[in-house]
């Protein structure tokens, strides 16, 4: 079976919980970082696509030119229905190749915010593992339009659109659902401590939130992996 490509955004970036879950779903797991000048696979040469987040624009193509190549290949996937997830820049990347604008988001949203999933989501094949009160993790402050046709999966109080799905196999989740603590640790000490409390924050408070919420997400988080991998393999016949 060919396999699924994890594509890296920014640095550090470990793909959290993908590894381990994909593997132990008897998934083949491929890694690859445009920006460094690693070249992308086609769509046909891959299983599943996961398309991680990063702190770029997502349409800033002009600036960081390895991202065309990621809109690119998404595109393709969506016309071959090769099951793509996208993760916050991902799903921005998603959005975008679909077709839909993005744009500065109302409020940045850092750290642990509940989302609802919608009528759809409670009955998508992955978004249901959410129930109304669910926290997840996020840090971003760009947000997208729906594409034509996408379902609204997810919505939040501050940024309506948390996560849609597009087709039978393309899926997009404004948050992070990929983390584990020491992954968000990294992006702390990445940041700094002046950066992060430009975000609203400081990273001592963040850790407090991590030790109330990150448990249960992770544990919902890698259900929603482990669906995935499902959908992938059923895919591949």
Known sequence: MKPVVLIRNEFPETFGIFPEELSGAGLDVMEVTPRAGHDLPAANEVSGIVAFG??????DTD?????????????????????????????????????????????????YTEVTPT??????????????SARVFHWHEDTFDLPNGASLLAT??????????????????????????PLIESWLASAGEEEVLRWGKPSDLVREEIAKFQAEEERLSRELVRRFARVVQAAAG
């Open 156 to 181: 939040g109080e501050v940024v309506a659109n948390q996560a849609f799905r597009l087709g039978r196999h393309a899926w997009g989740l404004q948050f992070h659902c990929e983390v584990d603590p």
């Open 119 to 132: 009528e759809e989501g409670l009955a998508d094949e992955l978004l249901s593992v959410y129930d109304p």
């Open 63 to 111: 600036k960081h030119p390895w991202l065309a190549g990621e809109h690119a290949l998404i595109g393709a996937a969506i016309e071959h229905e090769t099951p793509v997830l996208g993760i916050c820049l991902g799903a921005q990347i998603l959005a975008i190749a679909a077709g839909a604008n993005l744009h500065v988001a109302p409020s940045r949203e850092f750290g």
């Open 54 to 59: 990063g702190s770029m624009r997502a349409s």
